[in-house]
Nanobody, 125 residues
Framework: QVQVVESGGGLVQAGGSLRLSCAAS??????????IGWYRQAPGKQRELVAA???????NYADSVKGRFTISRDFDKNTVYLQMNSLKPEDTADYYC?????????????????WGQGTQVTVSS
């Protein structure tokens, strides 16, 4: 079973930037052949898929983060990143990475069977 560790969250002022990292441990080859997504869950809201990247580096973003967030992956390091720029208070949430499904040019939420601890992002106004 793939296990992931998210890191890089923190407290930042509106307009600032953060770079999140998602490192896979164990069963790394499964991680590298899968599409990977960054998800977030704000207090009182459902978890949502905000960015995803395929094995071939195709990407997609939720409208709310398009143009501000960039997802990338390093196969050698078994790591997926989320560069977040121009952060807004509404980006405040716990951020998680996990599997995604990439079919016919579209991404769908999925998971490896479990979720990591996530990393907390707080954007102050």
């Amino acid at each position: 079973q793939v296990q992931v560790v998210e890191s890089g969250g923190g407290l930042v002022q509106a307009g600032g930037s953060l770079r999140l990292s998602c490192a896979a441990s164990a069963a790394g080859s499964t991680f590298s052949i899968n599409a990977i997504g960054w998800y977030r869950q704000a207090p009182g809201k459902q978890r949502e898929l905000v960015a995803a990247i395929s094995r071939g580096n195709s990407t997609n973003y939720a409208d709310s983060v398009k143009g501000r967030f960039t997802i990338s992956r390093d196969f050698d390091k078994n790591t997926v990143y989320l560069q977040m720029n121009s952060l807004k208070p509404e980006d405040t949430a716990d951020y998680y990475c996990n599997a995604a499904v990439y079919v016919s040019g579209r991404f769908y939420p999925a998971d490896f069977g479990s979720w990591g601890q996530g990393t907390q992002v707080t954007v102050s106004s």
